[in-house]
């Protein structure tokens, strides 16, 4: 980082691969080193894609700088043709905020554990912003509730005219994460015309009335936004929904759900822990039962809950090592390419084992 002061007090210029130069001012320095926002460092932007992807291993934090550096850059341009005029002046610093802070609740490895079933990341963010660090560096901004109309704003629940800025079909949060993921995996799909959408946002009024605005997009700019919704879906077909990534993802979330059942790791714990931690936890303990062959009524129970189809990996390769993994009705064992039902999500009594952990958590109409 380099260093200065400016007219507004102190700032530090942080070099990003993406975005050039990223100017960070007051407040939202402080708020980078507090301790959950530190941690966004330890949490990988796109969980698992790194297996596939080699260079998918930037994480949370630079990209929470990346929003918070457009989040600047679309406030200048409203500012500069004067839609910011009828609004209190700290709002677009709470934007700003909220944009550098929008991923505060992620767990490790992004939203794979959400998908498990806990918490959303952005119903988390109200836990890592009442921290005292982040409580103090907010309250020296003299922005009244900020932590409250923060959390709003990343909940989508604000009636702010530039909530969409943040949580929206055109929030910069997407605007940054497809233009990063596609720089970081080597792929050329995540291409966005950038300025010319940012050049396009203003802010109309709503069809209710009332005097409500929000922020949409001047008919110049549809290409742009074109070029984003066509970037989301590629990189969601080739990157975040390649097979071998939801593989893994799959593999991890039964894992931790039946760790979760087993009472070998505590939810609340998970939330405010890295990636490298969360994997090394199981791996301390003296008791794996995770790693365990299972017994042949839990490889029973297993094929009676699936009709004899398991394609959660986690408990299928469990089954597969065991003599007695065998299809019900058939002479041979389970082989990868079986087929069977799709499964509904499961909504069982508490597992009495890991394995049973993982069949009953199986969610297998997912993907």
């Known amino acids: ?22 100017r960070l001012d007051g407040a939202a320095l402080e708020l980078l080193d507090s301790a959950p926002f ?31 550096h457009l989040a600047g850059r679309a406030l200048g341009l409203l500012g500069e043709r004067g839609e910011l005029a009828a609004l ?11 944009a550098l802070l929008h991923d505060i609740g992620h767990y490790p490895f992004s939203h794979a554990l959400e998908e498990a079933g806990l918490l959303s990341h952005e119903d988390l963010a109200a836990e890592h912003l009442a921290h005292p660090e982040v409580t103090a560096a907010l309250a020296r901004t003299g922005l009244p509730d900020a932590a409250a109309r923060i959390a709003e704003l ?26 990063r993921d596609a720089r970081m995996c080597g792929v050329p799909y995540g291409t966005v015309d950038v300025d010319r959408l940012l050049h396009s946002l203003t802010l109309v009024p709503l069809p209710e009335g009332e005097g409500r605005r929000a922020i949409a997009v001047r008919e110049k ?11 989301k879906y590629q990189m969601y077909r080739n990157v975040y929904w390649h097979h071998a990534v939801r593989a893994a993802t799959t593999m991890f979330k039964r894992a931790v759900r039946a760790a979760i ?14 990636a490298a931690a969360l994997v090394e936890r199981p791996r301390q303990m003296d008791d794996a039962p995770l790693a365990r062959q299972p017994g042949p009524d839990e490889i029973d129970y297993a094929l009676e809950r699936v009709g004899g189809f398991m394609p959660c990996v986690f408990a299928h390769n469990a089954l597969h090592v065991s003599s007695a993994g065998t299809r019900k009705g058939s002479t041979g064992p389970l082989k990868d390419d079986d087929s069977g039902p799709q499964l509904s999500r499961c909504r069982l009594p508490r597992p009495r084992s890991p394995v049973r952990a993982a069949v009953d958590s199986c969610q297998c109409c997912e993907y």
């Not at 549809?222 to 066509?230: D, I, R, V, Y």
């Open 154 to 179: 990343i909940t989508g629940r604000s009636t702010s005219p530039l909530q969409g800025l943040i949580s929206g079909s055109l929030d910069l949060d997407k605007i940054d994460y497809l233009t």
């Open 261 to 274: 059942a087993c009472g070998q790791i505590a939810v609340a714990w998970i939330a405010h822990t890295t």
């Open 38 to 68: 530190q941690r966004l460092r330890y949490i990988r932007q796109l969980g698992h894609a790194f297996l596939v992807y080699p260079g998918a291993t930037h994480t949370r934090f630079e990209h929470a700088l990346g929003a918070y």
């Open 1 to 22: 980082m380099s260093e200065g002061r400016g007219p507004s007090g102190d700032f530090e210029v942080v070099r990003d691969p993406l975005w050039n130069n990223i």
């Open 221 to 231: 700019g549809a290409s742009a936004l074109e070029s984003l919704t066509f970037a």
């Open 88 to 98: 209190p002046p700290h709002d677009a610093l709470l934007v700003r905020l909220a």
